[in-house]
């Protein structure tokens, strides 16, 4: 088996554009505040992890901007941050190839366009709707910036699809020619029509619109829902062979995933934990069951997710006790550019061996008291290797664990 590695980091997200939001992150500020971007008059949450004062013209020219829904604007900016940090252009990357990630595809654009067709005529309708909100036109859009010929493929899975996405890429590298994929996951779901219809579900925290930062508390016994996110991770996949032949700096080995299917619910996970349980084992002896020192939760703040994924870790890593944490708190859920994003934070825990907290963590219900939660940052902590899961609406799970990379 091929050795697969980490060579490029890229991040945008509600407290800062880079993966130096890394920081912000790991002290537990929150990004959570009012919705700007969209008219709230009539729903009940109010608040959400916008990503601030984003400029289109970083990506792309202007003219160009029209063809592409922010979802994709925002990918293409972690994306170029990960090909710089890999140094990829100074080197021939056309052999490389691109793994996106999205849930809701681009949803603004498709409201934008049911606001036109419901004012005026179909014939106003721009040409470039339909490329402007397909969910693989991210990769698409990244294989042209970046002229990457390599296989150019879209993963949309839910709140997993990030996660799939690394797996995917790093599924592609063992068992094809290439030398290296870019994998990028994104999201720009705060529209009305996503926080209605999330809303209507009862997914959404709605008791905190007088204090937004206080809103999401993963695994806290006041949860009362999650915040919407946006935004974007990349990462860049390299053979360890290519890594070192060209002597990129390599920030982790990928060791082991684990993928399954709950086949219970549309969006309820299986009461006893079966699908998280089968991916976090799959993933632990695929690594050859190594010391898990952190695992980012995907930890939603939701009542039934938080429950089963306490069983879930419990059951697999229980004698362990990793240390545990979720960032929703501080970015909202993202959805699916989550497992992107929560791979890049993991990936910086081990590299600047520090955990990020649970915010507004009080006290636990008897269930999640099994797992040892981070309830304050927690820095200069020795972390070797960390496990990130996410699961999906669907009941589609995936997680995956990452080693600092050990030259011998």
Do not use: W
């Amino acid at each position: 088996m091929k050795r697969i590695v980490v060579t490029g980091l890229g991040m945008i997200n509600a407290l800062g554009h880079d993966k130096e939001s890394f920081q912000r992150i790991a002290a537990g500020e929150s990004g959570i505040d009012m919705i700007t971007l969209c008219d709230t008059s009539e729903l009940e949450c109010k608040i959400a992890a916008e990503v601030k004062a984003f400029d289109a013209s970083s990506v792309m020219k202007k003219r160009e901007q029209k063809k592409a829904d922010r979802f994709i604007q925002l990918g293409l900016h972690a994306a170029m941050e990960a090909y710089d940090d890999a140094g990829l252009a100074e080197i021939d990357t056309t052999g490389f190839g691109v793994v996106s990630a999205n849930c809701l595809v681009g949803i603004g654009s498709i409201e934008a366009a049911a606001d036109i067709k419901n004012s005026s005529k179909l014939s106003h309708i721009s040409p470039f709707l339909i490329p402007s909100y397909m969910p693989n036109m991210l990769a698409g859009q990244v294989s042209m910036k970046f002229d990457l010929r390599g296989p150019n493929l879209s993963e949309n899975t839910a709140c997993a699809a990030g996660t799939h996405a690394i797996i995917e890429a790093y599924k592609t590298l063992q068992f094809s020619k290439g030398e290296g994929m870019l994998v990028v996951g994104a999201e720009a779901g705060i529209t009305p029509l996503a926080l209605g219809g999330f809303g209507a579900m009862n997914a959404l925290c709605s008791n905190h619109n007088d204090s937004p930062k206080d809103a999401v508390r993963p695994f806290d016994k006041d949860r009362s829902g999650f915040v919407m996110g946006e935004g974007a991770g990349a990462l860049v996949l390299e053979t360890l062979e290519h890594a070192q032949k060209r002597g990129a700096e390599i920030y982790a080995e990928i060791i082991g995933f684990g993928e399954s299917a709950d086949a219970y619910h549309i969006s309820t996970p299986q009461p006893e934990s079966r699908g998280a349980i089968a991916a976090m084992q799959d993933a632990y002896e695929m690594a050859d069951k190594p010391h898990i020192d952190y695992i980012n939760a995907h930890g939603t703040s939701t009542y039934y997710n938080d429950v089963r994924e306490a069983k879930a870790i419990d059951s697999v890593f229980g004698v362990m006790k990793p240390f545990v944490s979720s960032i929703k708190g501080q970015l909202g859920h993202t959805l699916g550019a989550a497992g992107a994003i929560e791979a890049v934070v993991s990936i910086l825990a081990i590299k600047n061996n520090t955990l990020p907290p649970l915010t507004n963590y009080n006290a636990s219900e008897d269930d999640m008291e099994v797992l040892n939660l981070v309830t304050e940052p927690l820095s200069n902590h020795e972390v070797t290797t960390a496990l990130s899961c996410n699961f999906g609406f669907g009941g589609t799970n995936a997680a995956i664990i990452f080693q600092e990379y050990l030259s011998s």
